[in-house]
């Protein structure tokens, strides 16, 4: 998960003391309490390193006791990394069919395939590439209007992580 995300928590107290407070902390660090429904609190995952984290609620009642619930999260506020190996950027191609390879990665949830989307001159190519969890390659599918010196930019693929 990544931005501002609230967090919410139910509680009760069956023996009639009454609640008193609800905690809420990530990886053991409070991060709100508070005394009254709704029990909820915003939580910004910017401010948390990317990767697992536990989440956690305690209720407290005005006699004193004590229960607790947790959750895992994984935090992904970093986009993927996306390279274009072929062509090179600025580069020119002697063909009207080149190919093109690009690959991704994201160190905390990978990137989802499905999200793959390539572009050549405002044209959608996606239907042409080959996608794994690493990269894509295509030829592309209909030549190029001219056949020398055909400028390629790198301005062609997004690519989104999983955690999107």
């Known amino acids: 998960m990544r931005g501002t995300i609230v967090v919410t928590a139910t509680a009760s107290d069956a023996s009639g003391s009454g609640l008193g407070m609800v905690t809420f902390a990530v990886d053991g660090r409070t991060i709100e309490a508070t005394n009254a429904p709704p029990f909820t609190t915003p939580l910004d ?29 994984t935090t992904d506020n970093t986009p993927p990394t996306v390279a274009i190996p072929a062509p090179l950027d600025g580069g020119t ?4 069919t080149p190919e093109l390879r690009v690959s991704y990665s994201d160190a905390t949830t990978g990137v989802n395939p499905s999200t793959f989307r390539a572009t050549l001159d405002g044209s959608d190519i996606s239907a042409a590439f080959t996608v794994t969890p690493t990269g894509a390659t295509a030829t592309v599918p209909t030549p190029l209007a001219h056949e020398h010196d055909r400028p390629l930019g790198h301005r062609f693929v997004q690519v989104a992580d999983l955690g999107s």
Do not use: K, M, Q, Y
Request: charge should be neutral; proline fraction near 6%.
């Open 45 to 73: 995952t910017a401010t948390l390193s990317d990767g697992p984290h536990t989440l956690s609620a305690t209720a407290r009642d005005r006699a004193g006791n004590e229960a607790s619930a947790s959750v895992g999260i």
């Open 93 to 96: 191609v002697p063909t009207r």
